[in-house]
């Protein structure tokens, strides 16, 4: 679980002195205790330079209108590897895996147009049916009756299957996915963490670079086909890589295309069940799903920040920062800037221009499987309204001690008290509520459904371990 808060963060953001507020803590995000520190620092130094951290010195950039300016100036600001790449942290030596998030132009355009075909919008349109089938299958396995983990039960299955699909891999192997995944983003000072020195995660890392070059080399005797290790094992450009680029790559994928929209599942749920009355809205109007997408993505802010190198100097927001500086770009307190975005702290399902989030990025990195993320909430939450289930947030997230992915690791859910079962695709219907309560049977039909995400009052941190 969280740790207990007995760190005044909302006293100690307001009152130390500016040189002593560093945003690169992960114990903030762990606490969900940073709001207070970006808003001092949007509102008094908003180009603020952290002298001394665990990472170093750098920049904190925290203004929606700066973020997007200094990520399309990508000719002074580099992505690349061999400057230490795009967190904070940088790339511990020896242990670099370059792929093109962490390549500059044009060696980086050229990588991103090999592998944008997987996401394009008619591969889109074909994995629509699969994504719905296999959204309804996991709703209706839900189980009834007890308290149940979201992250677990839904997110995690629902992202992992896409993340099989994207390499035409083994379903059944998708819990092999999601631990390589997790290898991938933990800190290893996370009290949690799977592993305890970056040797011991690069040997991980191999371990499944070396499983998936297996598949690439059989891919390249096979015909083309849409998947990405399909995609690289026959460009001409990819097919070339070395095992460290193959590595680079594919961890690439597999952490893009599965932890971020994991997360968004997860606070989705969450940020509907802290603001009922918007729910109320989405449910008199399930049109509004298109918005609250969008909506989810920019409240959850899965990625917390992404780092650049300055490589020339450059005037900013009346300081100078110099080449070679670190400039860290911070999505979660841009996507809060109430000079940018109305009521920003409020989830509010029928934004005006709800799109207009920095969630994805901004510029030539922008995020490529942004489409496809979308893709999958809107299903979600389809599925979720159409079929009328009402579910009960039980306890509070509990996030990840990291200050790169706003990771949720568990959220207690269980079907609402005394709610009807959920309208089912299969319409057997015979399923119990949570206390146990005989099924009523629910007209199937796309108004007058009820869906609910309630927060029941909340006595206890839930202490469910991390996945
Ligand atoms: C809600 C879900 C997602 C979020 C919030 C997200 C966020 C991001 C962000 C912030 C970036 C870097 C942008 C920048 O540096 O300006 C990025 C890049 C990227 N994302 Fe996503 N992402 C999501 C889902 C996905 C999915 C599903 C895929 C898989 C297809 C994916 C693949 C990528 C790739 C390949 C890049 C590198 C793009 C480049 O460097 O040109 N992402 N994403």
């Not at 890392?205 to 005797?221: G, I, P, S």
């Not at 690289?232 to 450009?237: C, M, Q």
């Not at 295309?257 to 606070?267: E, H, L, P, V, W």
């Not at 909506?295 to 780092?307: A, F, G, K, L, N």
Request: proline share 6%; charged share 25%.
């Amino acid at each position: 679980m969280n740790a207990p808060i007995s760190f005044d963060h909302h006293t100690h953001a307001a009152t130390a002195p500016l040189d002593q507020i560093d945003v690169s803590d992960p114990q903030i995000y762990f606490d969900d205790a940073w709001q207070p520190y970006f808003e001092r620092l949007r509102r008094d130094d908003p180009v603020h330079y952290v002298k001394d951290s665990p990472y170093g010195p750098y920049w904190a950039i925290t203004k929606y209108k700066d973020i997007i300016h200094l990520e399309v100036n990508h000719k002074s600001f580099s992505s690349s590897w061999e400057l230490g790449g795009i967190r904070i942290e940088d790339i511990p030596s020896g242990y670099e895996r370059p792929s093109f998030i962490l390549l500059d132009p044009p060696d980086h355009d050229e990588q991103r147009l090999v592998v944008s075909p997987t996401v394009n919008p008619i591969n889109l349109a074909k994995m629509e049916t699969l994504i719905r089938e296999r959204t309804g299958h996991v709703l209706e396995a839900l189980p009834r009756g007890e308290e149940f983990n979201w992250v677990d039960r839904v997110s995690i299955e629902l992202t992992s299957m896409m993340l099989c699909t994207l390499f035409d891999y083994p379903v059944e192997d998708r819990r092999q996915l999601v631990y390589w995944s997790e290898v991938v983003i933990t800190d290893v000072n996370a009290p949690n963490a799977l592993v305890r020195s970056e040797a011991e995660r690069f040997a991980i890392q191999m371990e499944y670079t070396e499983h998936l070059n297996k598949l690439w080399e059989e891919r390249a005797k096979l015909p083309p086909s849409f998947d990405i290790i399909s995609i690289l094992a026959h460009s001409d450009r990819m097919n070339q890589m070395s095992i460290r680029e193959r590595m680079g790559i594919l961890t690439l994928f597999l952490v893009g295309g599965n932890d971020t929209t994991r997360n968004s599942m997860s606070g989705g749920l969450w940020g509907l069940s802290q603001f009922p009355e918007q729910l109320q809205k989405l449910r008199a109007n399930p049109a509004l799903v298109t918005d609250t997408v969008p909506e989810i993505i920019r409240w959850q802010t899965p990625v917390i920040h992404m780092r650049r190198t300055a490589l020339e100097d450059v005037e900013f927001g009346g300081k100078t920062i110099r080449k070679g500086d670190k400039v860290v770009v911070w999505y979660i307190s841009g996507n809060r800037d109430h000079t940018a975005i109305d009521r920003p702290n409020e989830f509010i399902v029928d934004r005006r221009r709800p799109r207009e989030h920095l969630s994805f990025g901004f510029g030539i990195h922008r995020c490529l499987g942004n489409r496809l993320a979308e893709l999958q909430l809107k299903i979600l939450w389809e599925e979720i309204v159409r079929r009328g289930i009402e579910i009960e947030v039980l306890g509070k997230p509990v996030y990840a001690y990291s200050n790169f992915l706003r990771g949720i690791k568990s959220l207690p859910v269980g079907w609402r008290h005394n709610s009807s079962p959920p309208a089912l695709g299969s319409r057997r219907g015979a399923h119990h509520a949570v206390d146990g309560s005989a099924p009523r049977r629910h007209l199937f039909g796309t108004h007058r459904m009820t869906v609910g995400v309630h927060l029941r009052t909340v006595t206890k941190a839930t202490d469910s371990a991390s996945i």
